[in-house]
Each structure stands twice: as structure tokens, then as C-alpha cells.
Nanobody, 115 residues
Framework: QVQLVESGGGLVQPGGSLRLSCVVS????????MGWYRQAPGKQRELVAS???????TNYADSVKGRFTISRDTFKTASLQMNSLKPEDTAVYYC?????????WGRGTQVTVSS
């Protein structure tokens, strides 16, 4: 059974940094791509960043370009380095993995940007 576990969320002041990590375990491989999504209260879940396994192609939401960086640290892990955080980045962040054509999700980690 595929499981995704996120870590690294928390409370940070505006302008600060956080690093989110995601580990995939169990289930089917290969992992075709991994990504991070976020959902703020009252809003739809949106893509933050994604990265493919083959070629390492990345894709970022316009709102985070130049501030966030996604990386694949190992075959089963992905990280999201978030710099220059803004209050509007406050949301629950979810890790996503595309495995054999299926979408798998973690339970999410809260990121709160507030002074």
C-alpha cells in the first residue's frame, strides 16, 4: 500500500523560510512524478510545484516562482524549499505522487505565515 508522509510544516514569520519533505513508501513503482499542492481555507487545492522523475522537469505556480524550489532528494523523497514566505502562502500543503498512472496523496502539513 502506497503511503506518503509529509513533514516540515509550522509557523514562520513573513520573509522566513521552511523546508517541507515527503517520503513515499510501499506500493507500486516507478514514481513518474512528485509534486506539492496546497489548500487554504475556503479555496480549492492548487498546484504549487511538481517535478518529473525522468528529466527532472519542474513546474511552478506563478505565485511561488523565484521563491520556492522543488527537488527530488532520492527516488522516494521530494522536498520543497520555501523562501521569502508571505501570509498568502498559509495553507495545508499536500505531497502528491504519480505512480503507474495513479495519484497518491499525503495527509498534509500545515504552513502558517504570520507575525
Amino acid at each position: 500500500q502506497v503511503q506518503l508522509v509529509e513533514s516540515g510544516g509550522g509557523l514562520v514569520q513573513p520573509g522566513g523560510s521552511l523546508r517541507l519533505s515527503c517520503v513515499v513508501s510501499g506500493g507500486l513503482f516507478p514514481i513518474n512524478a512528485m509534486g506539492w499542492y496546497r489548500q487554504a481555507p475556503g479555496k480549492q487545492r492548487e498546484l504549487v510545484a511538481s517535478i518529473t522523475t525522468i528529466g527532472g522537469r519542474t513546474n511552478y505556480a506563478d505565485s511561488v516562482k523565484g521563491r520556492f524550489t522543488i527537488s527530488r532528494d532520492t527516488f522516494k523523497t521530494a522536498s520543497l524549499q520555501m523562501n521569502s514566505l508571505k501570509p498568502e502562502d498559509t495553507a495545508v500543503y499536500y505531497c502528491n505522487a504519480v505512480i503507474a498512472g495513479g495519484n497518491y496523496w499525503g495527509r498534509g502539513t500545515q504552513v502558517t505565515v504570520s507575525s
